[in-house]
């Protein structure tokens, strides 16, 4: 079970998924049910990835990384497979797990913080060439990707990251996700106990927010800054992402009446923005545009009425999917 995988995916490790195939009559039927169960397999991996990385363009590359490596086996060895889901989950956790770690030393050299990536809801996804309407790519939103929530994962370590989400997440079973990422079960219990206290030091969680983020809408669009202060949380932070391609603060905005000034003088350097009501990574948030391209995915955490945190993605590099929405 915990046999370390070779470098493409292949090698020893797969063959605790395998089975004999009697005859070449039955390599071809298991060849193409397996096929179909593989990519069956293809919103599941999306979500799980999505979830690890905190950015789909990633997440979307690793999957394919697995397929790869999946579609380079030789067709009997395919068909020997058990379960396509459990292999592809493995090789796809153990690439998360090294993008991860070179994620870190990227995110140290990004101009200003950095956020995950924005979703919108299933039916506000962009159509084009660029991002085709495939619902198999299309995540579902829940409480797992909400902006706080993955922006808590982003303090974990690669490992916590990888087992919090196989099994707090997913719920996969602490001796699977110990093949999958080569630990002990005891080891991988750890790591999910010290992501869970990470967890539950983060802030408290949203509570319902459409009716305050719709006043907050019009309070930014009329500039109020007196309504704005007194929708946010006195303590309340905004962080911002341009990645050094747009315009952003690159530190954190703390207090509300800072975030209320800040949010009057943006209505005025930007006049012609429209702000749109959007449901962000699951959440009532807002969208902001301009001549029909998006310049802001907004996503607010709403805490007793007040909103205590605003996520700000403006890295155009991450809006892609919302600009046609």
């Known amino acids: 079970m915990g046999t370390k995988q070779g470098a493409t995916g292949m090698g020893t490790e797969g063959e605790r998924f395998e089975r004999n195939a009697d005859t070449d009559a039955n390599v071809d039927v298991d060849v193409d049910a397996n096929a179909d169960a593989a990519v069956g397999e293809r919103r599941h991996l999306v979500g799980l990835a999505y979830r690890m990385l ?52 990227r995110r140290e050299r990004y101009v200003g913080e950095w956020l995950p990536e924005p979703l919108p809801d299933g039916a506000e996804w962009a159509v084009g060439a ?90 930014w669009e009329a500039k109020d800054i007196g309504a704005l202060v007194g929708l946010l949380d006195p303590s309340a932070v905004m962080v911002a992402d341009g990645g050094g391609l747009v315009s952003a603060v690159v530190r954190p905005v703390e207090g509300g009446e800072r975030i209320a000034q800040y949010l009057a003088q943006m209505a005025e350097w930007a ?27 907004a996503a607010l955490d709403v805490v007793d009425g007040r909103i205590t945190r605003i996520w700000a993605v403006r890295n155009p590099e991450k809006l892609g999917r919302w600009t046609a929405a």
């Open 54 to 105: 905190g950015s789909l363009a990633e997440a979307e590359d690793a999957v394919q990384e697995a397929y790869a490596r999946w579609y380079a086996q030789a067709p009997e060895r395919r068909a020997a497979i058990v379960s396509p889901g459990a292999w592809l989950t493995t090789v796809l956790s153990r690439v998360c797990l090294d993008v991860l770690g070179s994620a870190r030393v």
């Open 130 to 219: 660029a991002f085709p309407a495939d619902p198999a790519d299309r995540i579902t939103l829940d409480e797992s990707v909400g902006m706080a929530f993955l922006v808590v994962l982003e303090s974990m370590t690669p490992a916590e990251r990888v087992v919090f989400v196989l099994h707090d997440v997913f719920r996969y079973p602490f001796p699977e996700i110990a093949a999958i990422v080569d630990r002990s079960p005891a080891a991988c219990r750890q790591l999910a106990s010290s992501a869970r206290r990470r967890v539950g030091a983060a802030p408290a969680r949203t509570t319902g927010s459409a009716v305050v983020v719709r006043e907050f809408r019009q309070a």
């Open 271 to 297: 006049p012609g923005l429209v702000l749109l009501e959007r449901t962000v990574n699951g959440r009532p948030g807002l969208v902001a545009q301009r001549d029909g391209a998006t310049a802001t995915v």
